[in-house]
């Protein structure tokens, strides 16, 4: 264990740490920020810092001290997406048009993650109102990839998956609506966790409440459970709310796959593309598994495009979001979030109730299929350079960033994204992984025996 470095240890490594009595929470932090200190000017991971995280890492150093932790990830620092409400922060959500009054009440996931003695680091950084997949916005630029400046980290979660790759702690909370977790964890090299809709409870609702989740972008598997462990569980002020009690995410996770039948998704309802580095990455994932008496199959699922209902389902609701703003503010909106609030503004109910119609029929035929969990390519590509403007939004959605994510979305699976190595330019690549609806478990089991083969 590098005690040398505290800042590159992974959250469970952190808590042996502290048990050992051979780091204290203090020590953690004090590492984890000068690290950000060296780094972040170049990146730009953070909308805000928490000025109260000495504070809360001076009393968890206490409590450790005594013997007496708080919960499970007691002194672990966490960060939260600049689109998740924080007491005593603002939430900005990437716009120059919201307010920069600090927020009166924590979030679900925030109060979970306090309950469990975490430490908020801060604020990450998101596209404008988590529109799209570049990591740029108008509040606080543009956020770069760690493993190549000059290249975007992805979104809508852009700063949680650059701090994480960047070592700026070890825990991140995301959201995920169309691919938002999945899409910057596969270019920035980490873990991204989409959990089941409803299983990390969220308030207030985004512009996609009923398909967005918050979940874990983490350097590992084991991480990404057992931040779920925290965050998961009922809450009343989310409607959606699973009314489940807490459960450990890393029990059974070890177990492996042999039995298991998987299928290959080669389609998500769509002609998806998949270059030849997303491609090794999915035959690469599929050998380990084999290896590990996993049984793969091409899969069969009678999918509608995905794609003709996830436009009207994204475009819609960010119309909705830009004319809620006051006229005279949209000229501070970044100019791809209103020429696609232009191109949707006349939605009608009738098209809206298809797109609804048809995520029910995917949502059924991946109910109805005959696997234990599938895998798929995450990302068409290795990440794009940073900054680019975008032309054509709903090109971009389908041909660039969410092809392969989005349908997970639809159906309310979960999927998450493991990285599997770099490509020649030496870029993370990825492979994603989803399993029935409320089969985290499985996800994450999956996930943890492919891991552990990389």
């Not at 009923?210 to 598997?221: D, L, M, N």
């Amino acid at each position: 264990m590098a005690l040398e470095d505290p800042s590159t240890l992974d959250a469970e490594e952190l808590l042996a740490a502290y048990a050992a009595k051979t780091l204290t929470p203090l020590q953690a932090l004090q590492s984890i920020t000068e690290r950000i200190a060296r780094r972040n000017p170049e990146i730009n991971a953070f909308a805000v810092m928490n000025p109260a995280a000495l504070r809360d890492a001076q009393a968890s150093t206490a409590r450790w001290a005594a013997g007496a932790p708080q919960g499970v990830l007691d002194g672990v620092p966490v960060t939260i997406k600049d689109i998740i409400d924080v007491a005593g922060l603002p939430t900005r959500r990437g716009s120059k048009t919201s307010s920069p009054a600090p927020q009166p009440v924590d979030s679900p996931a925030v109060t979970a993650l306090r309950a469990a003695g975490a430490v908020i680091l801060g604020k990450t950084t998101t596209t404008e109102f988590g529109w799209k997949s570049p990591g740029d916005c108008p509040a606080t630029g543009i956020t770069r990839n760690p493993w190549n400046p000059a290249h975007t980290p992805g979104g809508s979660s852009s700063g949680a998956a650059a701090a994480a790759a960047a070592f700026f702690g070890p825990l991140h909370v995301g959201t995920d609506a169309g691919g938002s977790i999945r899409i910057p964890a596969a270019w920035s090299g980490v873990v991204g966790l989409k959990p089941s809709f409803g299983r990390v409870p969220q308030w207030p609702l985004g512009a996609f409440g009923h398909v967005a989740v918050a979940g874990p972008i983490t350097r590992t598997v084991r991480d990404a459970a057992l931040m779920l462990s925290a965050t998961a569980g009922f809450a009343p002020r989310d409607p959606f709310s699973l009314p489940e009690p807490k459960r450990d995410f890393l029990a059974g996770i070890e177990d492996g796959v042999a039995g298991l039948r998987i299928g290959i998704l080669t389609s998500p309802g769509f002609a998806a593309p998949a270059d030849d580095d997303a491609m090794d990455a999915l035959q690469s994932a599929r050998q380990i598994l084999e290896s590990l008496g996993a049984k793969l199959v091409e899969a069969t699922i009678p999918l509608p495009d995905a794609s003709a209902s996830f436009a009207k389902i994204w475009g819609a609701a960010l119309a909705r979001q830009v004319a809620a703003i006051a006229p005279e503010h949209r000229a501070l909106l970044d100019y791809g979030l209103t020429s696609l609030a232009q191109q949707f503004a006349q939605t009608t109910a009738i098209d809206m109730l298809e797109a609804e119609a048809l995520r029910v029929q995917a949502a059924h035929a991946m109910a109805t299929a005959d696997y234990d969990a599938l895998i798929c390519p995450c990302v068409p590509q290795a990440a794009p350079l940073a900054g680019v403007p975008v032309e054509d939004p709903v090109h971009a959605l389908m041909h660039h960033w969410a092809p392969w994510t989005l349908l997970f979305n639809l159906t309310r699976q979960p999927a998450i994204s493991l990285p599997m190595g770099v490509n020649a330019a030496g870029l993370p690549v990825a492979v994603q992984i989803a399993a029935p609806l409320y089969r985290d478990d499985v996800v994450l089991k999956i996930a943890r025996a492919v891991e552990k083969m990389v």
